[in-house]
């Protein structure tokens, strides 16, 4: 599949690789959100952690790990910079359409920027649910 | 008049010579490794079919001058070539524009010719073929199914062999006709193809076999074997694209209901003004490969080898795909745990190869012959098929070894899969978020 320059510079240089520690360690820390998204089966599996900076509510670190096509590394990548800064509410906001516009995904590949909302929302959430906070409100069903 | 178009010299053409001259390391990039999908014309071959575009382009059909003899004798040399190549009487061969044409002529018109119902049924006869089957002989199947015919697709075990003793489960007494391949296109698996082309003959059932990826790589004997049709295709065996064709056995005779009506040609078999310069070219490349295809074989299957030891030593949770000795020598397919396989193609991309992962295909489905053959979805995902070919040299296969290896460890890096696997998780125990 003919790419265009955005992806191709997420997938040969992505962003903010990697986890702040294992799977189990991570359930532990409450500074820490994850989101596990998709399956093997499916060919596409994101998952996404925020480090939250726990007194001013901002997310200070993100990091993720992919397994799937270039389309959904370049997005769980692009995830990871959006994020980088942003409070919770805010980064409750991304949206997979804006995934689609700054990558130009193609139309087969809009399941990959789906798939890093899911990624972003499930991070926060779980961050949430850690900390005894109310979940936000899903404004909208895809 | 001798055309000028610089194909001279076979050397010129030798990725081997080509890549000296620029580096003295490196290979020149990029490398085809996708010889299942389409080989290079040999120069040869083109050589043999440029004068009957310009200068000898008479129509075969044209009896009342030289043109249409010359174009006529061509074919007639053509056509010998073919069945010198497959052990086959010249008036056996069809000529048609390629294996999916053949295919079809072959499935729809021995299915149409020799259609029978069982007494106290309305059924129009047993077909039997595999799920690993190419789409053109799958999906002929599946409208003659819809027609009224029944259809058993035999479901191959993990080695993707299908064997005589398969066949003999599902024949029944109102069996017509039996089409398998005779080699996978995906994973290069190889039928038990003479054992079952016996087993029908005993019993009078028509076996076809798909033979593109088969013939003019490893031998064939069309009369010991026992097959009555075979497909085969040009632009496999360094041919051009466009041209192929199909056995149809005299002795004992298989008939064919024509999918094609007009002025006769091909003995009514296959309508249609020959494709005279198409033809001469898989008649040069038959030729060729009558010649050549053992050499090449026993060498490209040490280049295969050479390859596959190294991916499975260098790499862990790397598997080959298919049985392990009953393959064609030039085709691996593997795969790579935890990785997928477009993003793998992205990463080495001077190597032009495919992959099995859904993400390469408009369905979004992973390949259904790995399914097929019981490969999980997970590692269809993560498979690549390397198919080797005449020009391959072995600095290409090292470098397809380095590139493979690098981006596979570097990707890897990358997969929450592969830390699981590392931490012990069983990947197959995760509650997955279904999307």
């Known amino acids: 599949m003919a790419y ?16 702040f520690g294992t799977q189990a360690e991570m359930k532990a820390r409450p500074d820490i959100g994850v989101g596990l998204v998709g ?66 995904l193609p139309p087969v590949k809009i399941h990959c920027s789906v798939l890093a909302e899911d990624a972003i929302h499930k991070a926060i959430e779980d961050y949430k649910k850690k900390n005894g906070l109310p979940a936000t409100e899903e404004a909208h069903a895809h | 008049m001798k055309l000028k178009l610089g194909l001279k010299s076979r050397s010129r053409y030798t990725n081997a010579d080509r890549t000296k001259d620029i580096f003295p ?16 014309c040999d120069p040869r071959v083109v050589e043999a079919m440029l004068p009957y575009f310009t200068e000898q382009f008479g129509n075969p059909g044209s009896r009342n001058h030289r043109f249409g003899w010359e174009a006529e004798g061509a074919v007639d040399e053509a056509r010998q070539r073919v069945a010198d190549l497959i ?74 062999v299908v064997t005589a003793e398969m066949v003999k489960s599902v024949l029944r007494e109102d069996t017509i006709l039996v089409s398998l391949m005779w080699a996978n296109n995906e994973i290069g698996t190889i039928n038990e193809i003479p054992q079952i082309g016996a087993l029908c003959r005993d019993r009078g059932i028509v076996v076809h076999t798909d033979g593109t990826q088969w013939v003019g790589k490893m031998p064939v004997a ?58 001469v070219g898989l008649g040069k490349a038959c030729e060729i490969a009558k010649a050549e295809m053992e050499r090449d074989g026993e060498r490209l299957l040490k280049l295969r080898r050479k390859l596959e030891t190294q991916l499975t030593t260098q790499l862990d949770s790397c598997a080959i795909n298919g049985h392990r000795e009953k393959r064609l020598p030039h085709l691996t397919n593997v795969s790579f745990g935890f990785v997928e396989g477009e993003s793998l193609m992205m990463a080495i991309k001077d190597i032009a190869c495919s992959s099995g992962s859904a993400c390469t295909s408009a369905s979004l489905e992973p390949s259904y012959v790995l399914k097929g053959c019981g490969v999980g979805d997970d590692l269809a995902h993560s498979s690549l098929r390397l198919s080797l070919g005449k020009w391959t040299s072995e600095e290409q296969v090292d470098y397809a070894i380095a590139q493979i290896v690098t981006n596979v460890r570097k990707l890897r890096e990358l997969s929450p899969l592969y830390d699981m696997h590392k931490e012990g998780i069983d990947l197959s125990k995760v509650q997955w978020a279904a999307h």
């Open chain 1, 4 to 19: 265009g320059p955005k992806i191709i510079d997420h997938y040969e240089n992505p962003r903010n690789v990697g986890n």
């Open chain 1, 39 to 104: 399956a093997p089966e499916c060919g596409d599996v994101m998952q996404l952690q925020i480090k939250v900076n726990q007194r001013t509510g901002r997310i200070e670190d993100a990091k993720f790990k992919c397994f799937g096509c270039g389309s959904a590394i370049a997005s769980s990548s692009l995830a990871t910079e959006w994020l980088k800064g942003r409070t919770l509410d805010e980064g409750m906001e991304i949206r997979n359409q804006q995934i689609v516009e700054e990558l130009s």
């Open chain 2, 25 to 40: 390391m490196a290979p020149k990039l990029p490398i085809y490794f996708d010889h299942a999908a389409t080989t290079p």
């Open chain 2, 87 to 160: 052990g086959a009487d010249e008036k056996e061969i069809i000529f048609t524009s390629g294996a999916t044409e053949s295919n079809n002529l072959a499935l729809r018109g021995a299915a149409q010719m020799y259609e029978k119902a069982p007494a106290g049924s309305k059924g129009r006869g047993h077909i039997i073929a595999s799920t690993i089957e190419h789409k053109a002989v799958l999906d002929p199947c599946k409208r003659l199914q819809k027609e009224g015919f029944d259809v058993t697709f035999i479901e191959p075990p993990a080695d993707g």
């Open chain 2, 222 to 279: 069309v009369k010991r074997d026992n097959i009555d049709l075979m497909s085969f295709s040009g632009h496999k065996i360094y041919g051009p694209k466009g041209v192929g064709g199909l056995y149809v056995r005299r002795k004992p005779r298989v008939r064919l209901v024509s999918m094609q009506d007009g002025g006769g040609q091909e003995r009514g078999f296959r309508s249609g003004t020959l494709n005279v310069t198409g033809i």
